[in-house]
């Protein structure tokens, strides 16, 4: 019995993408998954980096480079603050 799921890399070269600067309507070129799809992922991304940086500590080395990603991730579309404010 499988107490995980497999990790499943399809939408990895997106995110990587993503990560790098790419404009959220260029994602397209790297998977035909959904823009609901690519956005609940990012964000999913984004709560496990957080979580890891959090059990690690802030003064950890690790825990602040996983911050740095976040911050490469949390932009633009993926940002639901943001979202919100502009309502």
Same mark, same amino acid.
């Not at 995110?15 to 994602?27: I, K, P, Q, T, Y």
């Not at 500590?57 to 993926?78: F, I, N, P, T, Y």
């Given at each position: 019995?499988?107490?995980?799921?497999?990790?499943?890399?399809r939408?990895?070269?997106?995110?990587?993408?993503?990560?790098?600067?790419?404009?959220?309507?260029? !994602?397209? @070129?790297?998977?035909?998954?959904?823009? %609901?799809? =690519?956005? +609940?992922?990012?964000?999913?991304v984004?709560?496990? &980096? #957080?979580?890891?940086?959090?059990?690690?500590?802030?003064?950890?080395? !690790?825990? @602040?480079?996983?911050?740095?990603?976040? %911050?490469? =991730?949390? +932009?633009?579309?993926?940002?639901?603050?943001?979202? &919100? #404010?502009?309502?």
């Amino acid at each position: 019995r499988q107490l995980t799921k497999t990790l499943d890399f399809r939408l990895s070269a997106a995110v990587w993408a993503w990560s790098r600067g790419e404009a959220f309507s260029d !994602l397209g @070129r790297y998977t035909s998954a959904s823009d %609901g799809d =690519l956005v +609940r992922v990012l964000r999913q991304v984004i709560q496990l &980096l #957080r979580q890891v940086a959090r059990a690690l500590g802030h003064k950890d080395r !690790l825990s @602040r480079k996983l911050e740095r990603c976040m %911050g490469r =991730l949390h +932009r633009a579309e993926v940002d639901a603050e943001r979202q &919100l #404010r502009q309502e």
